[in-house]
């Protein structure tokens, strides 16, 4: 029998009282089936994914040193029923990452040492035992760097292209676009020769969006952001929006310039707005307050939320396949990631690190690296 190893692996909990508690427990990792391979964990991308299961809605105002290393914070009681189904219970952390395989089931032994990015939840861990099929060995001189974040991000992005071939629309709108997604998103469009309006929030924003070659680039903290907006949809004909903000009233900007777009064309007026369906779909939560809507753009419109797992769910295996492919052949190009700085896993515990990552900055990644 393969010799089961021990390590440390970051642990996120909430009490029936309402205390977020964080922590490093020590965990033994079951000898690897004969599907499955054992991974020591090298890299792992903080996502805003990921910050939800880590912190959930905890008051960060309220973060205290409990352990060594360990953190609690409190969570406001109207926040509690929505969390009811992990009340008390341990949970590890992690969506994704990569690492070396140093334990392999005997049907796949041929992944024995190599390097691979891999999927599945717990990866902020020292080792992670994980189904083969999970797992894509990185290419030719990939990095487990580069390999941490090819699943998140980059099919994330990729899905956006594919539900508008799927549903029919010819550009698309996206916000917080100077994101490390954003980024893939505008390499995938360029490539795919995709129009893409991109909202950023800062001239610094736009810069980094210049230097990679995007046309479309609209500054949502400029006076003339409506009309400059609507100049760019109507040129490009975008009638598909992804938002990763949520709150506030950009959906409904967005919204509101697609309207106008649709109506510079118009012959003749309708008082139930333009006939060109407009759809926005929200995939995250920058901001969490409310989604604020006047729908004063007709009645052809949508707006609804977005996650990636229902969507490949939906795509089959074959297409998600084929996105994994395009993933592992442009890993280091179309998909590469850049980081803000690499931790440990016990620093992603220091107070002061935790508030930096978690302000989920545009332009701002944290990686940690278990073997730190």
């Given at each position: 029998?393969?010799?089961?190893?021990?390590?440390?692996?970051?642990?996120?909990?909430?009490?029936?009282?309402?205390?977020?508690?964080?922590?490093?427990?020590?965990?033994?990792?079951?000898?690897?089936?004969?599907?499955?391979?054992?991974?020591?964990?090298?890299?792992?991308?903080?996502?805003?994914?990921?910050?939800?299961?880590?912190?959930?809605?905890?008051?960060?105002?309220?973060?205290?040193?409990?352990?060594?290393?360990?953190?609690?914070?409190?969570?406001?009681?109207?926040?509690?029923?929505?969390?009811?189904?992990?009340?008390?219970?341990?949970?590890?952390?992690?969506?994704?990452?990569?690492?070396?395989?140093?334990?392999?089931?005997?049907?796949?032994?041929?992944?024995?040492?190599?390097?691979?990015?891999?999927?599945?939840?717990?990866?902020?861990?020292?080792?992670?035992?994980?189904?083969?099929?999970?797992?894509?060995?990185?290419?030719?001189?990939?990095?487990?760097?580069?390999?941490?974040?090819?699943?998140?991000?980059?099919?994330?992005?990729?899905?956006?292209?594919?539900?508008?071939?799927?549903?029919?629309?010819?550009?698309?709108?996206?916000?917080?676009?100077?994101?490390?997604?954003?980024?893939?998103?505008?390499?995938?469009?360029?490539?795919?020769?995709?129009?893409?309006?991109?909202?950023?929030?800062?001239?610094?924003?736009?810069?980094?969006?210049?230097?990679?070659?995007?046309?479309?680039?609209?500054?949502?903290?400029?006076?003339?952001?409506?009309?400059?907006?609507?100049?760019?949809?109507?040129?490009?004909?975008?009638?598909?929006?992804?938002?990763?903000?949520?709150?506030?009233?950009?959906?409904?900007?967005?919204?509101?310039?697609?309207?106008?777009?649709?109506?510079?064309?118009?012959?003749?007026?309708?008082?139930?707005?333009?006939?060109?369906?407009?759809?926005?779909?929200?995939?995250?939560?920058?901001?969490?307050?409310?989604?604020e809507l006047d729908r004063g753009y007709g009645f052809?419109?949508?707006?609804?939320?977005?996650?990636?797992?229902?969507?490949?769910?939906?795509?089959?295996?074959?297409?998600?396949?084929?996105?994994?492919?395009?993933?592992?052949?442009?890993?280091?190009?179309?998909?590469?990631?850049?980081?803000?700085?690499?931790?440990?896993?016990?620093?992603?515990?220091?107070?002061?690190?935790?508030?930096?990552?978690?302000?989920?900055?545009?332009?701002?990644?944290?990686?940690?690296?278990?073997?730190?």
């Amino acid at each position: 029998m393969t010799e089961q190893l021990t390590g440390l692996e970051l642990r996120s909990k909430v009490s029936s009282d309402g205390t977020l508690t964080l922590g490093l427990e020590t965990v033994t990792v079951p000898s690897p089936g004969p599907d499955e391979v054992v991974v020591r964990v090298e890299a792992a991308p903080i996502n805003p994914s990921d910050l939800g299961l880590l912190l959930g809605p905890a008051d960060l105002s309220t973060l205290k040193v409990s352990g060594t290393p360990g953190l609690t914070a409190e969570i406001p009681q109207a926040r509690l029923a929505g969390l009811k189904a992990r009340l008390d219970q341990s949970m590890p952390v992690g969506n994704e990452g990569a690492g070396t395989v140093v334990q392999a089931g005997e049907h796949v032994t041929a992944l024995l040492g190599k390097k691979v990015g891999m999927i599945g939840g717990a990866m902020y861990a020292q080792y992670r035992k994980i189904a083969a099929r999970d797992c894509i060995p990185l290419p030719e001189g990939a990095t487990v760097a580069d390999g941490a974040s090819m699943f998140v991000n980059p099919l994330t992005a990729l899905a956006f292209v594919e539900t508008l071939r799927g549903e029919g629309h010819k550009a698309l709108v996206h916000t917080a676009a100077a994101s490390n997604l954003g980024q893939m998103l505008n390499r995938i469009c360029i490539a795919d020769g995709v129009p893409l309006v991109n909202i950023v929030r800062s001239e610094a924003q736009a810069a980094i969006l210049r230097e990679i070659g995007a046309k479309y680039i609209v500054d949502s903290s400029a006076a003339d952001f409506r009309e400059k907006l609507t100049d760019a949809i109507a040129e490009t004909g975008a009638t598909l929006a992804f938002d990763a903000i949520g709150g506030g009233r950009l959906v409904n900007a967005i919204l509101h310039a697609m309207e106008a777009a649709a109506n510079r064309n118009a012959t003749e007026y309708s008082r139930y707005g333009s006939s060109t369906f407009k759809q926005v779909y929200i995939y995250g939560a920058l901001d969490t307050g409310p989604t604020e809507l006047d729908r004063g753009y007709g009645f052809a419109w949508g707006v609804s939320g977005f996650l990636l797992t229902p969507f490949l769910m939906k795509l089959g295996m074959e297409g998600v396949q084929r996105l994994r492919a395009r993933v592992a052949a442009e890993l280091t190009t179309t998909f590469a990631s850049n980081y803000t700085a690499t931790i440990s896993l016990a620093e992603a515990l220091d107070p002061q690190i935790l508030t930096a990552y978690a302000k989920k900055a545009t332009g701002e990644k944290y990686l940690i690296d278990p073997t730190r």
